[in-house]
């Protein structure tokens, strides 16, 4: 970050940064952090309506883009004390702005430090968009503990298996597969953190017989990413199932809340301050967290409960299955029925939908089976950040 930008910068500015990943956010975030002002980062692909609207809602006092440095003369500056404002994927509707005081960043930091063992020398490769708090969190790690990082400007299989001396990496479960199929060897990291969605048992199978030490990770933006590691709660992190089987969090990593939305604000957290992410889950006899899948995905289909991540696992090795989804759709019938999006393996020769029930029923009981397939031709919907767009997938 040019000197003269540093010197600009104030206690409680909110700085929103429009730049593509490179090497030049570590000197945006590390100046922004020593002045006291706050980071608002917004990711570069999403389309210029998108971005307005961020911006227009965040209401920046500073503007970093790829024109240079903008001071904005409308702009509104940080709550007092808040370090990182981001915005979450918006597979829910219109993202939302969650702010966070540097209290919770040094939490989020220093609870995976201990967890992972790691130390400031261990290196951690950047992957994921910068704009989403599981790719802010590796140069977070590089502000506050030292820890040397490598940004990449994109995710490239052929690039992250070349890397030779990097401790840890975080992904979603789409890039683990693409680094898989590609023969990277993943056995080189110490720990290769998964999350951002659930990660299909057979592919943590796969990816741990060739050597990858794959830890699966469950947060949200929210709880400032990860913050249960294979099933066990962070330093500090408390998880809970309430009575609807909702998975509640409470900690020192959690949000201050949405910007300039108390009520949502207030929606998101129980009185005694636990934190909704929305899910569904269980504590096992292990005592470890298992997530079933979003409240709002469950498929209530003839009075009998399906959970879409389920019927997925079991397709991810159906023949002639490339990608595949599950959501509910209303039936007259049956209240709703279950609905398999799949991209087929050769678009001339899909699978059937008995073929596809038929594999289902070998591990799930019948009538968590699809009942109609829809072939998606040109892949599945997914967010920014990997996940996938089930609202539209139609």
Same mark, same amino acid.
């Given at each position: 970050?040019?000197?003269?930008?540093?010197?600009?910068?104030?206690?409680?500015?909110?700085?929103?940064?429009?730049l593509?990943?490179?090497?030049?956010?570590?000197?945006?975030?590390?100046g922004a952090?020593?002045?006291?002002?706050?980071?608002?980062?917004?990711?570069?692909?999403?389309?210029?309506?998108?971005?307005?609207?961020?911006?227009?809602?965040?209401?920046?006092?500073?503007?970093?883009?790829?024109?240079?440095?903008h001071?904005?003369?409308?702009?509104?500056?940080?709550?007092?004390?808040?370090?990182?404002?981001?915005?979450?994927?918006?597979?829910?509707?219109?993202?939302?702005?969650?702010?966070?005081?540097?209290?919770?960043?040094?939490?989020?930091?220093?609870?995976?430090?201990?967890?992972?063992?790691?130390?400031?020398?261990?290196?951690?490769?950047?992957?994921?968009?910068?704009?989403?708090?599981?790719?802010?969190l590796?140069?977070?790690?590089?502000?506050l503990?030292?820890a040397?990082?490598?940004?990449?400007?994109?995710?490239?299989?052929?690039?992250?298996?070349?890397?030779?001396?990097?401790a840890?990496?975080?992904l979603?479960?789409?890039?683990?597969v693409?680094?898989?199929?590609?023969?990277?060897?993943?056995?080189?990291?110490?720990? /290769?953190?998964? &999350? +951002?969605?659930? !990660?299909? @048992?057979?592919?943590? %199978?796969? =990816?741990?017989?060739?050597?990858?030490? $794959?830890?699966?990770?469950?947060?949200?933006?929210?709880?400032?990413?990860?913050?249960?590691?294979?099933?066990?709660?962070?330093?500090?992190?408390?998880?809970?199932?309430?009575?609807?089987?909702?998975?509640?969090?409470?900690g020192?990593?959690?949000?201050?809340?949405?910007?300039?939305?108390?009520?949502?604000?207030?929606?998101?957290?129980?009185?005694?301050?636990?934190?909704?992410?929305?899910?569904?889950?269980?504590?096992?006899?292990?005592?470890?967290?298992?997530?079933?899948?979003?409240?709002?995905?469950? /498929?209530?289909? &003839? +009075?009998?409960? !399906?959970? @879409?991540?389920?019927? %997925?696992? =079991?397709?991810?090795?159906?023949?002639? $299955?490339?990608?595949?989804?599950?959501?509910?759709?209303?039936?007259?019938?049956?209240?709703?029925?279950?609905?398999?999006?799949?991209?087929?393996?050769?678009?001339?020769?899909?699978?059937?939908?008995?073929?596809?029930?038929?594999?289902?029923?070998?591990?799930?009981?019948?009538?968590?089976?699809?009942?109609?397939?829809?072939?998606?031709?040109?892949?599945?919907?997914?967010?920014?950040?990997?996940?996938?767009?089930?609202?539209?997938?139609?």
């Open positions: 970050m040019p000197s003269t930008a540093t010197a600009e910068l104030r206690v409680g500015d909110l700085v929103a940064v429009t593509p990943p490179g090497p030049e956010w570590a000197g945006i975030l590390a952090w020593e002045a006291g002002a706050a980071l608002l980062p917004v990711d570069h692909r999403l389309p210029p309506s998108q971005t307005r609207d961020l911006i227009d809602r965040g209401s920046p006092t500073v503007l970093v883009d790829a024109r240079g440095w001071r904005q003369r409308s702009g509104r500056p940080a709550d007092e004390g808040v370090a990182l404002v981001v915005h979450t994927s918006g597979t829910g509707g219109v993202p939302k702005l969650v702010q966070f005081d540097r209290p919770a960043i040094d939490a989020a930091v220093a609870s995976s430090a201990l967890a992972l063992e790691a130390s400031p020398h261990d290196r951690w490769l950047c992957c994921l968009p910068l704009a989403h708090v599981g790719g802010l590796a140069l977070l790690r590089s502000v503990l030292g040397p990082v490598t940004v990449h400007p994109r995710f490239d299989p052929a690039a992250v298996a070349a890397e030779q001396d990097q840890f990496v975080s979603v479960p789409t890039m683990l693409r680094l898989l199929d590609a023969g990277a060897d993943l056995s080189r990291f110490r720990a /290769i953190l998964v &999350g +951002g969605a659930t !990660v299909p @048992p057979k592919l943590a %199978e796969r =990816a741990r017989a060739e050597g990858a030490k $794959v830890i699966e990770t469950y947060g949200l933006t929210e709880s400032c990413g990860g913050v249960v590691y294979d099933g066990r709660a962070l330093p500090g992190t408390e998880v809970r199932i309430d009575g609807d089987g909702g998975i509640q969090l409470r020192p990593t959690l949000m201050r809340g949405y910007l300039g939305d108390a009520q949502a604000t207030a929606e998101a957290f129980t009185d005694g301050g636990w934190l909704r992410p929305g899910d569904a889950g269980w504590i096992d006899g292990e005592g470890r967290l298992r997530v079933a899948g979003r409240l709002d995905d469950l /498929i209530n289909t &003839g +009075g009998d409960k !399906v959970w @879409p991540g389920e019927v %997925e696992a =079991a397709l991810q090795d159906a023949p002639g $299955v490339t990608e595949v989804a599950i959501a509910g759709r209303p039936d007259p019938e049956w209240g709703q029925r279950v609905v398999a999006y799949v991209v087929p393996a050769a678009p001339t020769a899909p699978p059937s939908l008995e073929a596809l029930r038929d594999h289902v029923a070998r591990s799930l009981p019948r009538h968590m089976a699809p009942r109609e397939l829809v072939l998606v031709a040109e892949g599945l919907p997914r967010t920014a950040s990997g996940k996938v767009h089930r609202t539209a997938l139609g």
